[in-house]
């Protein structure tokens, strides 16, 4: 099956529309339902990324091997204090640290594309909201975008850490999370996509190395800065700035990258941190 | 396999932590359950490679047992899953084992009740799907994205096309049809595009000399243990 940038963009020149509108139209159409029963499927989801958003904000929630818990709590505390990335930014980290926590916990979560990175989409649309005062049900052009960002990996590379590494999860989320943003933000299609190549150019090599093979350390705060490349990547694009590989070639690169990893780096815990001293006495006492 | 879909990229919902290791486990443990089809008194988990090694850290071994229990992936009681089994008294057990050269996140799983053993091998695959690959010593590829039906049997002549021309009255097209063969015992794994009714269900297993005949959300109103 493919199903490429370049296709998609030639769609919406086409009909004069946004990714969103084609994605919605299309799947819909896939899975034998109206738009409008998959659109209440969209509100769904966005539902329970809400909840694994918020839940570990007041409260502190720990995974349920124990090595790891309560990093969102701490950073919502802290978000009106001095800081260097503000209010905003740190609240964002937050709830993408809050997903991450639920997610260890055997909470529900949406897996977007994974578990592993279910963070940073979640944190990414709730921060929109926040920022341009969006309702839910504005909310979901959103999802459709992200959504065909990370159908588009999927078909042509890989969105999994053991095949590809971490740039294969968190950095196709955060991919996700630019492109909807920039839609969002009422920008052009081409901006989404160069709003997801900055995002995957931006951590393209990431290893995926957790330590005693949990999904915790590092990756909640690969969620927690995943969030954070997302809206840099948006802003990138609405600013007028292009990427100068289109997102098709970009995508094809990580995919290369990722083959070249080895093993040892792919969500084995026996490469990068995982491998540390540290990391191998944790993973004595909680594996 | 079907078409990769939003419901893939937006999805699972499911219970964390890993789409692997949690949410394909209670999927394993769901069509394990479906292809058994009865209830179990005790239940061994043979857990192999990345399952054997990080079962606890993953809550590998509740998912399955939520999963034989017939919850979804999404399912907030998989945390407690041993306590509702030991509520329905089902004893169960893991084991660490090498199951040769399979995929890594493999589980063998045994059930037994006062009758008989049953044994079903599956695998994760990554991102919740799953793929059964022995049902009884029998050899398959079963992943359960479609309406399933498993067949076992006396291998003879004229078997395929009785069961397609029942499918065909019943009004529903098969999608794919694998018969694998072991000492003249035939598995036959039955996907299609839509569910049977139960009527057609029982002519099919009245009307074929079957050792074994099942369905994996073939059946309408179908039910699991």
Request: aromatic share 6%; glycine share 8%.
């Amino acid at each position: 099956m493919v199903y490429k940038a370049v296709d998609l963009l030639e769609e919406c020149k086409e009909k004069q529309c946004k990714i969103s509108a084609i994605m919605r139209i299309e799947e819909a159409e896939a899975a034998s339902i109206t738009p409008e029963e998959l659109d209440a499927w969209m509100l769904d989801v966005l539902e329970i990324m809400d909840q694994s958003s918020t839940q570990g904000l007041e409260e502190e929630i720990f995974s349920i091997s124990g090595m790891t818990g309560g990093f969102a709590k701490k950073v919502w505390e802290h978000r009106k204090s001095p800081s260097l990335s503000g209010e905003f930014g740190l609240s964002s980290m937050a709830k993408a640290l809050s997903t991450s926590e639920v997610n260890a916990s055997m909470g529900r979560i949406v897996a977007a594309p994974t578990a592993g990175a279910s963070g940073i989409l979640p944190a990414a649309l709730s921060g929109a909201k926040e920022k341009f005062n969006l309702s839910n049900e504005e909310l979901v052009p959103g999802l459709y975008t992200a959504g065909a960002i990370g159908k588009i990996i999927a078909l042509s590379a890989t969105i999994s850490g053991a095949d590809g590494g971490c740039q294969a999860e968190c950095g196709s989320a955060s991919a996700m999370a630019a492109a909807a943003l920039v839609e969002l933000m009422g920008g052009a299609p081409e901006q989404s996509f160069h709003a997801a190549s900055f995002a995957l150019i931006h951590i393209m090599g990431l290893i995926c190395d957790p330590i005693a093979g949990f999904v915790e350390f590092p990756c909640s705060l690969r969620n927690a800065s995943g969030v954070m490349n997302a809206y840099i990547s948006a802003d990138l694009a609405m600013a007028g700035v292009e990427s100068l590989v289109p997102f098709d070639e970009v995508v094809e690169a990580m995919y290369r990258v990722g083959k070249l990893l080895p093993e040892s780096l792919r969500e084995t815990a026996l490469g990068g941190i995982a491998a540390s001293d540290t990391a191998k006495a944790l993973e004595e006492k909680y594996l | 396999m079907r078409e990769l879909d939003v419901f893939d990229i937006l999805g699972p919902v499911m219970i964390g932590p890993s789409s692997s290791h949690t949410a394909g486990a209670v999927r394993l443990g769901n069509v394990a359950a479906m292809i058994y089809n009865r209830r179990p008194k005790k239940v061994d988990f043979y857990l192999h490679g990345s399952f054997a090694k990080t079962y606890k850290g993953h809550g590998t071994d509740l998912a399955l047992v939520a999963g034989i229990l017939g919850y979804a992936p999404d399912d907030e009681r998989i945390r407690d899953a041993f306590d509702h089994a030991k509520a329905q008294n089902i004893a169960i057990y893991f084991h660490e084992a090498d199951l040769g050269y399979v995929h890594p996140n493999t589980v063998k799983i045994i059930f037994e009740d006062d009758k008989e053993r049953f044994q079903v091998i599956g695998s994760s695959l990554g991102g919740g799907t799953i793929k059964i690959i022995d049902i009884n010593g029998a050899e398959v590829a079963l992943h359960a994205d479609y309406p399933t039906l498993v067949l076992q049997y006396p291998d003879k002549l004229g078997i395929i096309n009785r069961v397609s021309s029942i499918m065909a009255t019943a009004g529903v097209n098969i999608a794919s049809m694998k018969v694998t063969r072991r000492q003249k015992k035939a598995t036959m794994i039955l996907e299609l595009d839509g569910k049977i009714d139960q009527t057609t269900y029982n002519f099919l297993a009245s009307s074929i000399e079957l050792d074994y005949l099942t369905s994996v959300g073939a059946v309408e109103e179908n039910h699991g243990v």
